[in-house]
């Protein structure tokens, strides 16, 4: 394939702005996909996926388009869109050389339009700007319009007006993507240099690779080179994904595409890593990529102890998918034998997390989450906290350092005072605010992530009546007063129940704490006293009043079948029920460490 | 649960007792009667209230499904509950125990029961009725002696009565039931004392006292989630149940199942069949039929039932088939309701199953918590266990 005529692109956009309408439609218009096949985000492989609407995964799909007698191979990258994920957009980016960035045309721009479209200028892609959904019964297109010029500088007359849904524009967006576009380059008879921007396990064939070409070629029955390891390997299969994988005879400079080498395991190839030929290898690797870091983790422990290898067995199958994904085995004193996960963020933990109970069956115990902490000791030494129960109880610690992002809002100007006020309560240290026209702004924060995990996106959705959103990225550790506070359940401490919290709040969220797990725990036969401490000091108490009568006062013929479904009900119940000391605690108890909203 | 076919009769057929081995055939029947005069707010039984005009298709229709007996059978209890089965009309009364006595052949001291609301027996005709055609056993439906719970219930009579009717009763049908309601909104435990003692000097052979229970769809229901109606708390409803079971043992009436106390001999033996896990016929809309382990539920809407029956099809409108383990371990759950509780040689003669294999540890850890203790041959609730016997009950209780 000549290179003149490759457009490498992705689509970038806020959550719900279109993008994957958009990508069917330019796979339908182009016949890459008939309308029998045609299903909704086509691109979205994962159920997990189509059920949220939202891409995790990214996947590149090669399509064939003909404009003015030439036909020209368009090679469209998809990139998830959420702020977890800020990682496999900037990978994804990397195989372009342009981005179609779509803004709703009702919505307009939003926090992830401003993360995405910096992440595009940062890797150096011609922007395609696009308002989407113009066909929408309510639009407010020159706002949008106006929006899109003063955050991100782009020129009115630069933007395309498009209807994924309904197809109006698409080909002003063909044209725009071969005529803006550069053209990929590359020497074609240098040797073979391409970049790995993903990859996926298939349970028969091993490790799918993606890779973007630079230079040289790659071919069936070559022996290449993976330059991080110096590891080589005989090319099985090269191709195309169209959308389905399509074997080739070669991929040239500028394509897009994979090949399957016989890799068993997805660990042995490293996102960012440089394909070469083993007997002539390229002068210079590409630099490559730093490793996502996992900045919130929880607990997962099987209800059934023979569960433990099951668990294990389907988190490895999970890793080999997701390598941002981390899980190490850990035990508690209260949950036995488990596993300390991390994830990039919250989404990322649901999507895990319901892939597990969807794909694997096991009945799950799952721990609140909670951000990766520092500890500096006395001595100097610097601990790594991913859970609070290991946060020592004697002294010892210096400082308590904890995560720091700085978040971005964007929301009508009437949700800024009380989204201030917000942030203030969680202990942020204001930005700067920016007018973006008369009716929204951007507001820049700097907070604490354990501030901003649990129920920021909910409190900023209800303040801003929905029209709120925000994006954040990582800027580093930062000291605070911070401390662990323990849960005594009939004077045991429950070490899964533990967390980490600001000193100036312990004793407000201890206390609600309690009140939480007081409605989550069921009457027993004795009275149930639980306790907030902070180490030895008690600093908030409930108590569950002990269980005097039940009983079913009828029970005859006519009784029998519905009471011992109503008695059978109360026994699946109790499958996910745990026993501390004599207590029975359930499941979602567990969570409520994270439901304790500023006004309990 | 697992649906056979083949081994199993066709739904609503009840003629091939014939092919069961002896010991497995019922020996108890039990009919039931919906009609009332209206629903009570706390009630969801199968009944239907204001539609006399359906009585004497009813009646037409209980002859028809009888009929499938095929036989008149020989049983040891027969018993009619509703609704109301003294709301029929005399004549009415007279013609269904006639047709009833006409497929059922009482064993020479089989117990007959009938259900009363004690309105219905103030004047001397049904109880002359229901005397001649052998019932001797009255079930009334008191509630309370208390004229404000009365009301707060939705009863139609009044305190009083039922004093004048247990006392005609006494002469024809001396063996005489008092149904009794604790736990009622604005009840006090005052109240439930006064309604025991009431209950008491009036001698009869008989006491159950039930815990008011909050049932989906009935108007107590509704208003309790509006707020409307407060369950009692639950520490009085304890101590109206301690009340009882101190107070009515006092009195002689033995406690011998969970809500139900009665004089030497005269425990409910057709209420035995069902805590015994033992066969039952079972004719009416709503009535619960059990025979070789297979449950058929009449069409608890009384309409359905009628088309069904008139139309000559069956009126089952829930069917199960209990596997030999769901059987034990119902047989279990109910057995444990009796006093007496559940005996290893029985059980493992009735049901096929070990006592000890079927709970497990369960046992032990009851007797720890102090809610079972072991018995010569078995096990039983303690007196705290029968405070909460839902709690033991989950334990053993399959999960399907």
């Not at chain 1, 926090?111 to 309510?138: H, M, R, W």
């Not at chain 1, 269980?547 to 013929?557: D, E, F, Q």
């Not at chain 2, 009579?157 to 736990?183: K, M, T, Y």
Request: with cysteine; proline share 4%.
């Amino acid at each position: 394939m000549d290179p003149r005529f490759i457009r490498n692109f992705s689509i970038v956009a806020h959550i719900d702005h279109g993008k994957s309408t958009l990508a069917d439609q330019l796979l339908l218009q182009t016949g890459t996909i008939t309308q029998r096949e045609f299903r909704d985000q086509i691109l979205d492989d994962l159920d997990v996926e189509r059920e949220r609407g939202i891409t995790v995964k990214a996947r590149a799909v090669a399509i064939n388009y003909e404009q003015d007698g030439q036909v020209y191979e368009l090679n469209l990258v998809d990139t998830p869109g959420h702020v977890d994920f800020h990682y496999e957009v900037s990978r994804s980016l990397a195989a372009c050389e342009g981005a179609l960035l779509l803004v709703d045309a009702f919505q307009g721009v939003q926090a992830q339009t401003v993360a995405n479209a910096y992440a595009a200028i940062e890797s150096d892609l011609v922007i395609i700007p696009c308002i989407n959904k113009i066909d929408l019964p309510v639009v407010r297109t020159a706002e949008v319009l106006d929006e899109m010029n003063s955050v991100l500088g782009i020129r009115p007359e630069e933007v395309l007006m498009v209807s994924g849904k309904s197809g109006i524009g698409i080909t002003d967006v063909f044209r725009a993507i071969v005529e803006r576009i550069p053209a990929p380059s590359g020497d074609s008879t240098a040797p073979l240099k391409a970049m790995i921007f993903d990859g996926k396990y298939d349970n028969y064939r091993g490790v799918v690779t993606y890779v973007r070409m630079r230079e040289g070629r790659l071919r069936k029955g070559m022996k290449i080179a993976l330059m991080r390891k110096g590891t080589s390997h005989e090319v099985l299969e090269v191709g195309q994904f169209r959308p389905n994988m399509a074997p080739c005879d070669e991929l040239g400079p500028g394509q897009v595409g994979y090949f399957i080498a016989g890799i068993k395991e997805l660990g042995g190839v490293h996102v960012g890593d440089t394909v070469t030929e083993a007997n002539r290898p390229a002068s210079d690797p590409f630099p490559g990529y730093k490793q996502p870091q996992q900045m919130v983790f929880c607990g997962m422990y099987p209800i059934e102890k023979t569960d433990f290898e099951k668990l294990r067995d389907e988190l490895s199958k999970m890793s080999l998918n997701d390598a941002s994904f981390t899980f190490v085995p850990e035990t508690s004193d209260a949950l036995g034998f488990g596993f300390r996960c991390g994830f990039l963020g919250m989404l990322h933990m649901e999507i895990i997390q319901q892939r597990l109970e969807k794909e694997a069956n096991i009945d799950l115990i799952q721990t609140a989450p909670n951000v990766t902490y520092e500890l500096l000791m006395m001595d100097g030494e610097i601990q790594k906290i991913d859970n609070p129960q290991d946060v020592p109880n004697t002294g010892g610690i210096k400082e308590f350092r904890e995560p720091i992002v700085k978040v971005n809002f964007i929301l009508p100007v009437d949700g800024i005072g009380p989204i201030m006020q917000l942030c203030a309560d969680r202990r942020g240290i204001y930005k700067s605010t920016e007018y973006l026209g008369t009716t929204r702004a951007q507001l820049v924060y700097e907070l604490p992530l354990a501030e901003v995990i649990y129920d920021m996106h909910d409190r900023l959705k209800s303040i801003t009546r929905g029209y709120g959103t925000f994006d954040y990225e990582i800027i580093g550790f930062r000291p605070a007063d911070l401390v662990k506070v323990d849960i005594l359940v009939k004077g045991v401490r429950v070490d899964a129940l533990a967390s980490i919290m600001h000193r100036d709040n312990a004793e407000r969220r201890g206390r609600g704490l309690c009140k939480r797990l007081k409605e989550e725990i069921s009457k027993h036969q004795f009275e149930i006293p639980i306790q907030a401490a902070i180490g030895t000091r008690i600093i908030a108490r409930e108590t569950i009043a002990a269980l005097r009568k039940n009983v079913t006062a009828k029970c005859y013929g006519g009784d029998i079948t519905r009471k011992r479904k109503l008695w059978a009900k109360q026994r699946e119940g109790k499958k996910r029920l745990k026993q501390f000391g004599e207590v029975e605690i359930p499941q979602k108890a567990f969570l409520s460490v994270l439901d304790v909203s500023d006004d309990m | 649960m697992t649906e056979r076919t083949g081994v199993f009769p066709a739904t609503g057929d009840t003629a091939f007792v014939e092919t069961l081995a002896p010991f497995r055939v019922p020996r108890s029947a039990y009919i039931h009667v919906p009609f009332c005069r209206h629903r009570c707010g706390y009630c969801d039984f199968t009944l239907v209230a204001g539609r006399d005009d359906l009585i004497e298709r009813y009646l037409s229709a209980m002859e028809r499904e009888l009929a499938t007996l095929q036989t008149p059978r020989s049983v040891d209890t027969l018993f009619l509950g509703g609704g109301t089965p003294t709301h029929l009309a005399p004549a009415q009364l007279e013609r269904f125990l006639e047709l009833l006595r006409t497929w059922f052949d009482l064993a020479r001291d089989a117990e007959f029961s009938v259900e009363a609301n004690p309105r219905d027996l103030l004047e001397s005709d049904r109880v002359n009725v229901l005397a001649r055609l052998g019932v001797n056993r009255i079930s009334l439906g008191v509630q309370s002696f208390d004229d404000t719970v009365l009301k707060r219930l939705e009863r139609d009579h009044q305190a009083d009565e039922v004093e004048r009717v247990v006392e005609h009763l006494s002469r024809l049908i001396p063996n005489v039931a008092l149904d009794l309601i604790f736990g009622v909104p604005g009840q006090t435990l005052e109240s439930w004392r006064a309604t025991l003692e009431r209950a008491i000097a009036l001698r009869p052979a008989h006491v159950s006292t039930y815990g008011l229970t909050f049932e989906k769809g009935t108007t107590f229901w509704t208003r309790r989630s509006k707020g409307e109606l407060s369950p009692a708390p639950e520490d009085l409803e304890y101590e109206m149940y301690a009340l009882a079971m101190d107070r009515l043992p006092a009195a002689g009436y033995g406690h011998y199942e969970l809500s139900n106390f009665a004089r030497p001999g005269r425990d409910c033996r057709h209420n035995e069949t069902y805590w015994a896990g033992r066969p039952c016929f079972a004719f009416g809309p709503g009535a619960a039929r059990y025979i070789a382990g297979v449950r058929e539920i009449g069409h608890r809407s009384t309409t359905s039932w009628l088309a069904k029956v008139e139309a000559g099809e069956s009126p089952v409108g829930y069917r199960e088939e209990l596997t030999a383990e769901d059987r034990a371990r119902e047989a279990l759950i109910v057995g444990l309701r009796r006093t007496r509780g559940v005996s290893r040689d029985e059980f493992a003669r009735d049901h096929g199953f070990n006592l000890d294999e079927l709970g497990r540890s369960a046992w032990d850890r009851l007797c720890q918590r102090g809610l079972i203790e072991a018995t010569e041959g078995g096990y039983r609730l303690t007196r705290a266990g029968r405070f909460l016997a839902d709690t033991v009950t989950v334990e053993f209780v399959g999960t399907t």
